[in-house]
T-cell receptor, first 115, second 113 residues
Framework: DAGVTQSPTHLIKTRGQQVTLRCSPI?????VSWYQQVLGQGPQFIFQ???????GRGNFPDRFSARQFPNYSSELNVNALLLGDSALYLC??????????????FGNGTRLTVT | AQSVTQPDIHITVSEGASLELRCNYS??????LFWYVQSPGQGLQLLLK??????LVQGIKGFEAEFKRSQSSFNLRKPSVHWSDAAEYFC???????????FGTGTRLTVIP
């Protein structure tokens, strides 16, 4: 079975632009989470969706938004990009409700560079 | 609120030597604890997890970790390190009923011949 797939793998944007990142979970997984990993840091939670509903939101500004589609794939949108948004964006899926005890299966991430 | 501290930013060990990576957490109740490994350019792979029960948990690739409530620690160990173990290691904690994990800042492991 395919793992979590993310696209694109790399992206370069200019300050002020908008970006959309995509994630396809493992088949059968209904929960998708998004994490931001700044260079030299651990991943930081952005959003979690289960069955197309937002179940959790981290401490990120409203410029960050996400949604989950009927096929459980997900998109992360970031508006008005700042230099500080440069990071590796990781998507993770889990087979259960997405509660903390459900081990996360991570994709390889999208490397976003804002210039 | 939960938090995780990984005191060692970078560790270098010789191939075949033993390894211990430290992790301390802050959480009022029994947490869910995880160790993940990240190779360059890759996502995170789960090594092992602790929810309850036996405080010594076995994971993949020969890793184990021990939960010590009195020390709020969940240290990762491996008796004999292989060159392929060179990577970044992250400890993470989750709270009961929560939807997310809190990760430490990671420990980069270098393995020398």
């Amino acid at each position: 079975d395919a793992g979590v797939t993310q696209s694109p793998t790399h992206l370069i944007k200019t300050r002020g632009q908008q970006v959309t990142l995509r994630c396809s979970p493992i088949s059968g997984h209904k929960s998708v989470s998004w994490y931001q990993q700044v260079l030299g840091q651990g991943p930081q939670f952005i959003f979690q969706y289960y069955e197309k509903e937002e179940r959790g939101r981290g401490n990120f500004p409203d410029r960050f938004s996400a949604r989950q589609f009927p096929n459980y794939s997900s998109e992360l949108n970031v508006n008005a990009l700042l230099l500080g948004d440069s990071a590796l964006y990781l998507c993770a899926s889990s087979p259960q409700t997405g509660r903390a005890r459900s081990p996360l299966h991570f994709g390889n991430g999208t490397r976003l560079t804002v210039t | 609120a939960q938090s995780v501290t990984q005191p060692d930013i970078h560790i270098t060990v010789s191939e075949g030597a033993s390894l211990e990576l430290r992790c301390n957490y802050s959480y009022g109740a029994t947490p869910y604890l995880f160790w993940y490994v990240q190779s360059p350019g890759q996502g995170l792979q789960l090594l092992l997890k602790y929810f309850s029960g036996d405080t010594l948990v076995q994971g993949i690739k020969g890793f184990e970790a021990e939960f010590k409530r009195s020390q709020s620690s969940f240290n990762l160990r491996k008796p004999s390190v292989h060159w392929s173990d060179a990577a970044e290691y992250f400890c993470a904690v989750g709270a009961t009923g929560a939807n997310n994990l809190f990760f430490g800042t990671g420990t980069r492991l270098t393995v020398i011949p």
